[in-house]
């Protein structure tokens, strides 16, 4: 594992170069890029050539070597919805959202209090990360200032692009979980002032749930985006019945779920809204005018049986989306698996996607909703040199199975189906490597 904070050292890279520059579900096939005998060059961390090995230039004197081979090179995954504290309670059984809630995750949300295990759990959720191929994610830290400090803090040390915030709850959680509205307004003010815009990092105000925020307090979240302009907001919306049921009980004033949020200014670009699977038309509509974005969080939704995410409603509407693990409701933090989720939850809707579209949605998709496509999720000159390293032959049955593919979006979809982490062979950030691959 790299500490360092800005490689100087030019890398070259040499691999099976894929990446996207548009989106192919509307542009097709030619919004992916492919060099079989592809190179990346990488200088103080971003990247200065990519293209075809002998039509570039030769890497720069002393630049370190990375020769992948065959194997195919993407930029690396993004992440647009997960709790890092919930990684210890990933897999646990319940019949829905407010239950699994109550039984599982505020218990172990409350462990966040101590900043000794908030420092422990977030060494080990980033390891685990970089596992599985994710360099950039949009994550809730707990409502303890001390978890969404260490989770910046480990991001920081290992150079890797995190926005995040402390959760903020002022009722319908138990009293070891809650804070007030001016304690959240203070505390996020001060991790604002601390962590936003330093190297990789950015601030996401979060109320966790129209649910569990009073009016004073999304109030405050207001001002807090007032006061500190390129700054994310990052909630849940319209994830599951009973919540949103309550959420009519609790805001009777409210046009509509959306609307809660909307009343207080936190409906806007760079609002990032996990779940929205039950949404009317007119939340659709208010989500493109505000040029907000979706996560779409597949494993989730299925696993809590909290219903189908119209991907091709919310394209339609032209809303950005993103894919989200939202570990722990999620069940596995590997790109491939919520891939293939989500490919599953259009078949149930009888809308497919291509495997092209899941995996520009696992990049430059995601990168795109989070407002950060001139930095990550794709190759070109300028951008920063994030990437994975992905070996389709990793299992005898996906060499036997990728040997017969005909095509680029063929190979894309057996990995899609039958990939995991094992098939990340290494995990770069800012051009350093900062991961290989585990012993299985
Ligand atoms: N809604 C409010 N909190 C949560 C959470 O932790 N996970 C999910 N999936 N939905 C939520
Ligand atoms: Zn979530």
Not at 85 to 100: D, F, K
Not at 303 to 332: C, H, M, N, Q, W
């Amino acid at each position: 594992m790299s500490d360092k904070n800005s490689p100087s050292n030019p890398i070259a890279v040499y691999g099976s170069l894929l990446y996207f520059t548009a989106d192919p579900m509307t542009h097709g096939e030619k919004a992916c890029h492919h060099h079989s005998k592809g190179m990346l060059l990488i200088e103080n961390g971003r990247i200065t050539y990519v293209g075809s090995r002998s039509m570039g230039p030769k890497p720069p004197l002393g630049s370190t070597i990375f020769d992948y081979g065959e194997k195919l090179i993407l930029p690396g995954f993004v992440d647009t919805h997960l709790h890092p504290p919930q990684h210890g309670v990933i897999a646990s059984n319940s019949t829905e959202l407010l239950h699994w809630l109550d039984t599982y995750t505020f218990p172990e949300e409350a462990r966040f209090s101590d900043p000794a295990h908030c420092e422990k759990a977030a060494k080990a959720f980033f390891d685990e990360l970089l596992t599985h191929g994710t360099t950039t994610l949009l994550a809730m830290a707990t409502v303890h200032s001390s978890s969404a400090e260490a989770l910046f803090k480990e991001a920081h040390r290992r150079n890797i692009r995190l926005i995040t915030g402390k959760t903020l709850m002022d009722r319908n959680a138990p009293d070891y979980l809650t804070d007030t509205p001016q304690s959240a307004y203070d505390e996020s003010l001060s991790l604002i002032r601390k962590w936003h815009g330093k190297g990789r990092l950015a601030y996401g105000v979060t109320p966790r749930f129209a649910v569990s925020s009073t009016r004073e307090q999304l109030e405050a979240c207001g001002a807090l985006l007032q006061k500190s302009p390129g700054i994310y907001l990052h909630t849940h919306l319209s994830e599951n019945h009973q919540e949103i049921k309550t959420v009519k009980e609790l805001f009777p004033e409210a046009k509509d779920y959306l609307d809660v949020y909307d009343r207080y200014g936190l409906v806007k670009e760079r609002s990032i809204f996990a779940h929205a699977i039950h949404l009317s038309e007119p939340e659709f509509a208010r989500l493109k005018e505000s040029r907000a974005a979706i996560s779409f969080c597949p494993s989730s939704n299925l696993f809590l049986g909290s219903g189908l995410f119209r991907l091709k409603k919310a394209r339609e509407y032209d809303i950005p989306v993103g894919l989200g693990s939202d570990i722990g409701g999620g069940t596995s933090f590997s790109p491939f698996h919520t891939m293939a989720e989500g490919f599953k939850v259009c078949q149930l809707l009888k809308e497919p996607i291509s495997a092209m579209g899941t995996f520009y949605l696992a990049t430059l998709g995601g990168a795109i909703s989070l407002g950060l496509e001139k930095e990550v999720g794709t190759f070109a000159p300028g951008l920063e040199g994030d990437f994975v390293v992905i070996d389709p032959k990793t299992t005898p049955l996906s060499a036997m199975r990728t040997d017969r593919c005909k095509s680029i979006e063929e190979l894309l979809f057996v990995l899609m189906i039958l990939g995991d982490e094992r098939f990340v062979s290494a995990t770069h950030v800012m051009g350093e490597q900062v991961m290989t691959k585990r012993p299985f």
